[in-house]
């Protein structure tokens, strides 16, 4: 109480200074004035609003990375006692008016580690790594998709330079202040592209440089109420430091931001000194724009009310380790990154990184195809082998490629995991190998079991004509007679399919399950046809566990157990076709199955040849 001030003892007119860096990493104050109490502003939490003067705010407004800035009122007996965090503003205001998060709800921010088993640890001691639960694929693409903005911020900057769209246009909401990210080494598409990822996260990416990793070990700079709190997420051949204000330090104990980061509760992410290049005064929304010191401990929480950790040890980080090659001949360039491990950042780092070494010789020419190969390994031991090709990638894009397998790691009902390791090969072509299918000629549509059937796939390359791809299906000589479905399709819509048709695939019941069912999903390669025969409904799955084929009794005697990881599929026979282009496009007919059937041999066929034009690839 002699060094902090609760809220109920906070009055209007009430006088006193904050404390921030501006430039360097110099502290410097700025004069306050309580003009009122906003009470019940978050849940059960009161903020003060405040006027400010000095240091040039009359001119700037509230500035993104000034958010932690302690604030001192002069109390009844003329203390200055610390009252809280300068947290929150308005966007586009007049006047340098803020929101104050008070320091009595920032101290009580745990600052202790969680105490985390892993499942192999468990394991050995003959344990269960936590109760049964049940992944599916579904769940992971969800998260996915929340994570990421529509990116509507990012084109809106794009188009009109306007800052308000990256910051926030709420001009009418008190607001917490954004957290401005510090990038070096990344290209401005790309970071146009990240912001559209970022749109939910609070961060906003600015293009400043950095200090080489944030090795500034000799650095006199310490963490104390005013100075830079930089969190590095990125460091490496690019880097990525958010950047706000430390609050208070007591004792090994650190706080800062005056509100959440990315609001995750506990984490564990790198913290820092830093310095402050300049405030870049904007109409809209003022910004600082800085670089990392040197790293001094981890921040362990991330709450409403703002973020605490302790100085001492940091967290590892992953590293990542990419070799890019060109055919255009360029030379080869290796990378290396170190990326936070953080359920949702993570993905978006990386995606981020491997863009960030694709365009790093040269942006990418609008028109390309980026053949990689990458492994990735986990906390427990296991990896996830990514091999496959993707053409006009761009950031959203990759984030879809390689979050999947680092969200289903980190965010699954069995066990928590993080990345490790990330290294491997990208290969890029100036050329975009992808191909439209433009229809699917079947000469007829009755077979016997047993025989090939001649389909040609018509398609069209990109800036090339048209081809024609000959395929042969053989129909199971088992096959019973009656109607089926045979589909010829890209890999996106057979991945749809399969999990409509062969849902099993893609849950799991735990940890080992998890990844085999990643493994299935990573296979599907994006350069290949898929012909796949549909049969009628008459498999059973228990667990990932399949059980094709089975008499109509049998199977509902299964169906009928009572176990709620059964479930029904529908057999199929596949044909995968490698091709060069990764295509797009889907046709799919009825046949008839009779064994009876039988060719006119006197030079005309059974049936006309029936060509199917192709589906456009689903969203």
């Known amino acids: 109480p002699v060094r902090h001030m609760r809220v109920s003892e906070v009055k209007e007119g009430m006088t006193g200074y904050g404390i921030s860096v501006f430039k360097g990493d110099k502290l410097e104050r700025f004069d306050v004035t309580v003009l009122s109490i906003l009470h019940h502003f978050n849940p059960k939490y009161d903020v003060v609003l405040i006027d400010c003067k000095g240091a040039n705010l009359e001119h700037t407004g509230s500035i993104a990375g000034m958010s932690g800035s302690p604030v001192y009122l002069k109390d009844e007996q003329g203390r200055e ?36 088993e892993s499942g192999v640890k468990l ?87 950095g200090i080489g990793g944030g090795n500034g070990e000799n650095s006199p700079v310490k963490l104390e109420p005013g100075s830079v709190l930089a969190v590095p997420l990125m460091t490496g051949d690019s880097e990525m430091t958010a950047i706000g204000t430390c609050t208070e330090v007591v004792g090994d104990r650190v706080m800062g931001f005056g509100h959440s980061f990315n609001n995750e509760g506990p984490i564990a992410l790198p913290v ?74 993570t993905p ?106 001649k389909i040609y796939l018509t398609y069209r390359p990109f800036r090339k004509a048209e081809a024609i791809l000959p395929i042969e299906f053989d129909i199971p000589r088992e096959l019973p007679d009656g109607v089926y479905q045979l589909v010829v399709t890209d890999w996106a819509q057979y991945l749809e399919g399969e999990k409509l048709l062969r849902p099993f695939r893609f849950t799991a019941e735990s940890g080992d399950e998890m990844f085999a069912a990643l493994k299935d999903l990573l296979a599907i390669r994006h350069n290949a046809v898929y012909v796949q ?37 529908i057999s199929s026979t596949l044909k995968i076709i490698p091709t060069t282009e990764v295509m797009n496009g889907a046709a799919n007919f009825t046949i008839t199955i009779d064994r009876e059937f039988k060719i006119d041999t006197g030079g005309k066929t059974a049936k006309k040849a029936l060509a199917v034009p192709a589906k456009p690839e689903t969203p």
Not at 93 to 113: F, R
Not at 130 to 144: A, E
Not at 150 to 168: C, D, I, V
């Open 81 to 116: 006692r610390m009252i809280g965090a300068f947290a929150y503003g308005w966007p586009m205001m007049k006047d340098p008016y803020a929101g104050v998060q008070p320091i009595e709800y920032m101290l009580a921010i745990p600052t202790v580690a969680p105490a985390v």
């Open 123 to 209: 394991k050995a001691r003959g344990l269960d790594a936590v109760p049964r639960g049940r992944w599916s694929l579904d769940d992971c693409i969800g998260m996915l998709q929340k994570m990421k903005s529509p990116g509507a911020s990012s084109m809106a900057f794009k188009r009109t330079g306007n800052y308000a769209e990256l910051f926030g246009v709420d001009t009418g909401r008190l607001q917490p202040l954004a957290t401005p990210l510090m990038t070096g080494g990344f290209s401005p598409r790309v970071l146009e592209q990240l912001n559209g990822l970022l749109g939910g996260t609070g961060l906003v990416a600015l293009q400043s440089g």
């Open 272 to 345: 820092g000194t830093g310095r402050i290049n300049a405030v870049i005064a904007n109409l809209n929304t003022s910004f600082k724009i800085g670089a990392l010191g040197r790293i001094t401990g981890t921040l362990l929480a991330d709450q409403t009310v703002g973020v605490a950790g302790r100085t001492g040890p940091a967290p590892p980080m992953a590293p990542m380790d990419l070799k890019v090659t060109y055919t255009d001949g360029s030379a080869e360039q290796n990378y290396h990154f170190n990326l936070a491990m953080h359920p949702k950042l």
């Open 348 to 453: 978006m780092l990386a995606a981020a990184a491997l863009s960030a070494a694709i365009s790093g010789t040269h942006d990418v020419p609008l028109f390309h195809t980026a053949d990689y190969d990458l492994m990735l390994e986990f906390s427990n031991g296991q990896s996830v082998h990514l091999a496959n090709s993707t053409v006009n990638a761009q950031v959203p894009e990759l984030f879809n490629e390689i979050g999947i397998p680092i969200i289903a790691a980190s965010e699954n009902p069995f066990e928590k995991l993080s990345l490790r390791k990330f290294s491997g090969t990208v290969r890029v072509s100036p050329e975009a190998r992808e191909a439209h299918i433009e229809s699917v000629t079947l000469p007829r549509l009755k077979f016997q079991p047993g025989e090939t059937a």
């Open 533 to 569: 025969m549909l049969r009628k409904a008459d498999g059973v799955a228990i667990g990932r566990t399949a059980m094709p084929h089975l008499p109509s009794s049998r199977r509902e005697v299964l169906m009928g157990a009572g176990r709620s990881n059964t479930t029904p599929f």
